[in-house]
């Protein structure tokens, strides 16, 4: 068997896998990328697998087949976790995109510590911080700039 066409394609996908990844900010085209580079690896694996044993002649195992199946068992395990973290990702962020995930633990406000003594306000959940508001001239605040304002209404803080 001539090895080159399926290796060529091999290669082939496993460029476009790897363009996939370096390029999308879509989590889950990014898994889509991932599953394309272990696709051709799946290739390689079963071609090197048939041009060994059509050149020795011998009665071997089919190991090519066999790692083959090993990484479609990785890849479903890859892609389990995969989904559940980028679902867990969107029900918090309401978004899948790449670039908006904060690697530093410090910068997510959910981390944040508050400080001792210091109560969380009521309907505020721990861990974040409330923005301290000003009064103005008319005795409206700062937070009240939303949609209450617009209605004409005052927040009364208490």
């Given at each position: 068997m001539h090895a080159v066409i399926p290796m060529v394609?091999?290669?082939l996908l496993f460029g476009l896998g790897v363009y996939g990844v370096l390029r999308r900010r879509n989590a889950i085209l990014v898994l889509m990328?991932?599953?394309?580079?272990?696709?051709a690896v799946n290739l390689v694996f079963v071609t090197a697998?048939?041009?060994?044993r059509s050149t020795l002649d011998t009665g071997?195992?089919?190991?090519?087949?066999v790692f083959t199946l090993f990484v479609i068992v990785l890849a479903a395990a890859e892609i389990g976790v995969g989904l559940a973290i980028v679902l867990q990702f969107y029900r918090l962020r309401a978004s899948v995109a790449v670039d908006a995930v904060e690697l530093d633990p410090a910068a997510d406000p959910t981390a944040a510590e508050t400080t001792a003594g210091e109560e969380t306000p009521a309907g505020v959940a721990a861990g974040t911080t409330a923005t301290a508001t000003t009064a103005t001239a008319s005795g409206t605040t700062a937070a009240d700039a939303g949609p209450d304002a617009a209605a004409g209404t005052e927040n009364v803080s208490g």
């Open positions: 394609t091999a290669g990328a991932v599953e394309l580079m272990l696709n697998d048939a041009t060994i071997a195992q089919h190991a090519g087949a």
